[in-house]
Every structure is written in C-alpha cells, then in structure tokens.
C-alpha cells in the first residue's frame, strides 16, 4: 500500500488504522466532520490536520478537550489528512512553505518532525506551554517520544506527544501449551524471554506441529523483513538494539549531530541479528546463518510488510508473530481460532540490559511509532493553538481517546492504570503494552535519515538474502552512511 519513497518515516508501516477501528467497532464518521459547528471566538474553528478515523470521533475529542477545561468558545474542526504517512508530509511540507495559515496545529509523524524542527517551521513549544505542562510532558511522557518531538540541540519541545505505537510478539496460546509450554505460569505477559529462548521455544512448538516440512503450521514465526522503510526503521533497528548494537553508537547520537558521531554497523552485534535471522529463515547451516539459532519461518519473509505477515497468523497458519497491536482486535476477530487462545508478549532481548555496546541497547526493544501535535507557525490564533495542546496533555483526554479510537497514550501510566473493560480489545493486554511501551527505540531522525534509511535496507536486504556477507553488507552500509553524513555535512 505504500513504498519507500512516499512513506520514509511511518511507524507503523503501510497499515491503515481504519483497518483497527472497524475491528474494534470504534465509531467511523464521514471525512472532514468538524467537531463542533460555528465559529471560536468569532473567527471560526481551530483547525487539525489528523486522520479521517480521528475525524470519526471528532464529537468525542472535542468535548473530552472541554471537559479538560479547554474554553467553551474555542471549538476544533478536525481535517483529515492522507492516511500515507509520506504525502502527509509533503501536504505540510507545501502548506508551510507557502506560508498558508491553515491548518493551525498539525498532526506529524514521530519519524519527520525533527527535519521540521530543523527547518524552523514549527513554533517552539517550550516558549508556549505552561510550566506545569512542559513539567508533566518532561517527566511523565514516554522518554523516547518525547525526544521524536524536541529540537536535537537545544532540547527544547516543538511536538506534543499525542500517541505513540510500538510493536508486540502475537502468539498461539492454546498451541504452546499443549506443546507443555506454561505462558501464565511463567509471566510471558510481562517478562521478556532472550531471543534464544524464544527460537529454542518456537522451533520446538512447530516441530510438534508438524515444523517446516509437515502439515500443520506454514510458519513457526512471521515478522516483517522486506526491503522497505519497515525494515531499517524497525524490525532490523529493534533487532540490532536488543543485541547491543547500533546505527551511530550511543542513543544520544540518535538524533545527530550529523557527521559527527560515528558509524557502528560493522559490528559483531550488527552480524549476530542478521545470522541470527538467517538461521531463522534457512536454518543454522545455511550461509551466514547463526549456528545457535534454529529454524523457526522460511525465506517468505523477505517478502513481508505489516500486512502478508499478519494474514498467515490470522488464518492460524502461523504460532508467533511480530506486529503492532492495531493486530490485536483483527487477531480476536479471527475464524480460525478462538479469542481466549490468543495472547500477547513483550518483544524478546538478545543481550540483557545494560549490556550492549553502547548506551541505550540491550534489554528487550521495540521500535516505535506514533503521532505528535505540531503548531503551523503561520497561524493567527497562537494563544487558542496553544490551549488545545494544553487540553490534550490531560490524562482524561488520553484514555477518552484510547477507549474512542484505540490510541495509547502517551503518559505510560495512564495504560497502566485505565480501566481494562473502558478500552475495548487493549483492554486484556495493558500489562503487556505497559512493557513494551517501556522498552522502545526511536529511528535515528535527522534530516539526513530520508536518504539512509532506503541504503540501511537495501544492505539489509541483501544479507538476509545471503547476496552479501553480513560483514560485507555492513561494511558498504558504513560506507554510504559515512557519505551521507559527510555531505550532509558540508
């Protein structure tokens, strides 16, 4: 559904979230609905660029906003957007180079804000909000998305977080147990297993079903592998961070600067996520595979986006499965197995926390995605913008819109604490969404991302696909990496 080119920084990667709330039964309103008719203040509505899904529940959000104590005479038109995250981009990219007024607050993307922020074209939160606000986003928000909205250099805050997404392990509860596997018994939900005992864990629960060659199962284990934005920005970048490793080091060089902190690709926990995902595909004794990891899948996943490596669990032709929890109420909604069979787990570790190479990896970790709410410099209602986004930085206003739309919030501990029966499918899983939540890493955005991210998967690519070496992929990613940096440098 959407490519490379036109979809750089999605987090959740070419899956509509209209898809999500038809399976929750979330209400799904005509575009371009307006949260309240007539005008604010005598100058109409405070318009948002969001989703036509957020338009869907625009009734909800507006006055959950007032109830939070946004004023009465300040009213919200939200204005769906395109659902792809690149042409979403390019809509805010022309707006605010035109210097256009409309839309007033927009709704961006967590992997392209900073190249916004960069460009000046956001108003400087930190120079609008309450202290009491900036304290609570500070310190209460999630870490991560709250580095996805700030200015790399200065630290200060030009997005408000508004939801974040990061992905989860799906699996077979029935078919593991009956394998002799205990997930309760041994706090899957919120005790993140390694990845070795996850492999040694899957391979034997689909050999008692039959494995590679038998009838049962197509697949012990999907997740998503193509050469796509998907891969250098999450499943690859998890991945390489759970086993110590990373892009440009330290997590502080996440966000640059650029052409100032080093390239660490070419490093043995680089090539230990790639061998270990060919010995995933093709087994420990095939070329560059790890020969401590067992088979658990096939080379189809070279060919999986969120979507082809959802179906085959869906239709219970695979036991585990990585994805983001929009899968969670699709999964429930299954023919192929009941509802009370399915579960959840945090994503696994490759090295324990604390452990990795360099600061930030080890421990179990998620990619993350999500969504954050930016002012268009150009508007002439500032004040008006600024008490919206004061509005939304409420915890009511969060779980109003996790139970509306299904959107996490941003605070982890309003999902630890919202009532489970208030949220719809999430509801059985707030344990685990707390974990994983707790666990993410962002993709390294800078402005020099755009053009890393295609090179970070096509080497990818091109070692899972055993065309190059892990060594010599790694070795030409460094390499264009570098040359990326240094121009961009310049």
Not at 63 to 68: I, R, T
Not at 263 to 282: A, G, K, L, Q
Not at 366 to 388: K, M
């Amino acid at each position: 559904m959407v490519d490379s080119e036109s979809d750089h920084e999605t987090g959740r990667v070419g899956v509509s979230r209209r898809q999500f709330l038809e399976a929750t039964g979330a209400a799904g309103a005509a575009v371009g609905l307006a949260g309240c008719s007539g005008g604010g203040g005598g100058d109409g509505p405070i318009q948002i660029t969001m989703d036509s899904e957020w338009a869907g529940i625009s009734d909800s959000v507006s006055q959950s906003l007032h109830d939070a104590g946004l004023d009465e005479e300040i009213e919200i038109e939200i204005l769906p957007g395109d659902f792809e995250s690149g042409a979403r981009r390019s809509e805010f990219t022309s707006a605010l180079d035109a210097g256009r007024a409309s839309p007033d607050i927009f709704m961006m993307d967590s992997g392209w804000t900073i190249p916004f922020i960069a460009r000046g074209q956001l108003v400087n939160l930190s120079e609008e909000l309450s202290s009491e606000t900036l304290d609570y986003v500070q310190s209460d928000y999630l870490d991560s998305a709250v580095s996805t909205a700030s200015d790399p250099g200065s630290g200060d805050l030009f997005g408000l977080p508004l939801f974040p997404d990061y992905p989860v392990m799906h699996y077979r509860k029935d078919v593991v147990e009956d394998a002799g596997y205990d997930p309760e018994g041994e706090n899957w939900a919120t005790e993140p297993m390694s990845w070795q005992e996850f492999a040694e864990m899957a391979a034997d629960v689909w050999e008692q079903n039959g494995g590679p060659d038998g009838d049962g199962f197509d697949y012990g284990f999907t997740t998503q592998a193509d050469n796509y934005v998907g891969l250098a920005c999450c499943t690859f970048n998890e991945t390489m961070t759970a086993f110590g490793g990373a892009y440009f080091g330290d997590h502080e060089n996440l966000f640059g600067p650029i052409g100032d902190r080093p390239i660490t690709v070419n490093e043995e926990p680089v090539h230990d996520t790639i061998r270990m995902m060919r010995s995933f595909m093709e087994g420990p004794d095939a070329e560059y595979a790890h020969p401590d990891f067992p088979q658990i899948s096939t080379t189809d996943l070279l060919s999986f986006t969120e979507e082809p490596a959802r179906e085959p669990f869906t239709s219970g032709n695979a036991i585990f499965m990585r994805n983001w929890p929009y899968a969670i109420p699709i999964n429930l909604d299954s023919d192929s197995f009941d509802p009370a069979d399915y579960d959840v787990m945090p994503l696994p570790y490759g090295v324990e926390a604390g452990e990795g190479a360099y600061e930030g990896t080890g421990g179990p970790a998620g990619a993350l995605g999500g969504w954050h709410l930016t002012i268009n410099p150009n508007t002439q209602r500032l004040d008006e913008c600024v008490q919206v986004l004061e509005a939304f930085a409420n915890e009511e206003v969060m779980t109003s819109n996790f139970a509306e739309g299904g959107y996490l919030p941003p605070d982890p501990s309003v999902t630890e604490s919202v009532d489970p029966d208030d949220v719809g499918a999430l509801g059985d899983f707030l344990d685990t969404l707390a974990v994983a939540g707790q666990n993410t890493v962002p993709r390294p955005v800078t402005v020099a991302w755009p053009d890393q991210s295609p090179q970070v998967a096509s080497e990818v690519s091109a070692a899972y696909q055993a065309d190059k070496s892990p060594e010599q992929a790694m070795s030409d990613l460094q390499s264009s990496l570098e040359s990326i940096e240094s121009d961009l440098a310049e």
